[in-house]
T-cell receptor, first 116, second 115 residues
Framework: AQTVTQSQPEMSVQEAETVTLSCTYD???????LFWYKQPPSRQMILVIR??????QNATENRFSVNFQKAAKSFSLKISDSQLGDTAMYFC?????????????FGKGTRLHILP | DGGITQSPKYLFRKEGQNVTLSCEQN?????MYWYRQDPGQGLRLIYY???????QKGDIAEGYSVSREKKESFPLTVTSAQKNPTAFYLC??????????????FGDGTRLSIL
């Protein structure tokens, strides 16, 4: 069974700093997708970024980028020039590609505080 | 606008009572999901459905039941067998099998509390 581990329950950084959230996963699959979701205090789940395991290039979305290390089964999220609006829970998620299985596994989340 | 609608936003349950949480989507998505969120636990999968009239248990299905009679609807019933139902419940949908790079879309959630 796949598992997703986020080892940092909570983090705080100053506004404009860069912060990295860690995520590791355990799977025997070779083809899969990884996602980072953001959940602000409103509790709405918002997709931040996604990565296909077969792609070597790390995904980027504006200030958000990932460091995907397939061999190490690591998928960290880097937020550059952090803003107050980045304050939220961040969840890492895994989905395998084979068999059309739509099951998605989430980590327990990292609560990120951006301090003014 | 397309999206996922969960209702009600807040729900209260008496001891021994079954309650049903509604989830409707107009995104024409095949797959739908129910998650439970507790502090420090992240999102835990209760049930998911990849197609109409079919659904699978997730990691914490005990005390819950679902149906998928229509593509756009995936109601979750919290039965009296669920001894600790107080939580935030999130419904999600996605385009479905064979489109694995598509992310989930989430509703705004239902907060269930015990009276």
């Amino acid at each position: 069974a796949q598992t997703v581990t986020q080892s940092q329950p909570e983090m705080s950084v100053q506004e404009a700093e860069t912060v990295t959230l860690s995520c590791t996963y355990d799977t025997s699959e070779n083809n899969y997708y990884l996602f980072w979701y953001k959940q602000p205090p409103s509790r709405q789940m918002i997709l931040v970024i996604r990565q296909e395991a077969y792609k070597q290039q790390n995904a980027t979305e504006n200030r958000f980028s990932v460091n995907f290390q397939k061999a190490a089964k690591s998928f960290s999220l880097k937020i550059s020039d952090s803003q107050l609006g980045d304050t939220a829970m961040y969840f890492c998620a895994f989905m395998k590609l084979t068999s059309g299985d739509d099951k998605i596994i989430f980590g327990k989340g990292t609560r990120l505080h951006i301090l003014p | 606008d397309g999206g996922i609608t969960q209702s009600p936003k807040y729900l209260f349950r008496k001891e021994g009572q079954n309650v049903t949480l509604s989830c409707e989507q107009n995104l024409n998505h095949d797959a739908m999901y129910w998650y439970r969120q507790d502090p420090g636990q992240g999102l835990r999968l209760i049930y998911y459905s990849q197609i109409v009239n079919d659904f699978q248990k997730g990691d914490i299905a005990e005390g819950y039941s679902v149906s998928r009679e229509k593509k756009e609807s995936f109601p979750l019933t919290v039965t009296s067998a669920q001894k600790n139902p107080t939580a935030f419940y999130l419904c999600a949908s996605r385009q479905g099998r064979w489109t694995n790079n598509q992310p989930q879309h989430f509703g705004d959630g239902t907060r269930l509390s015990i009276l």
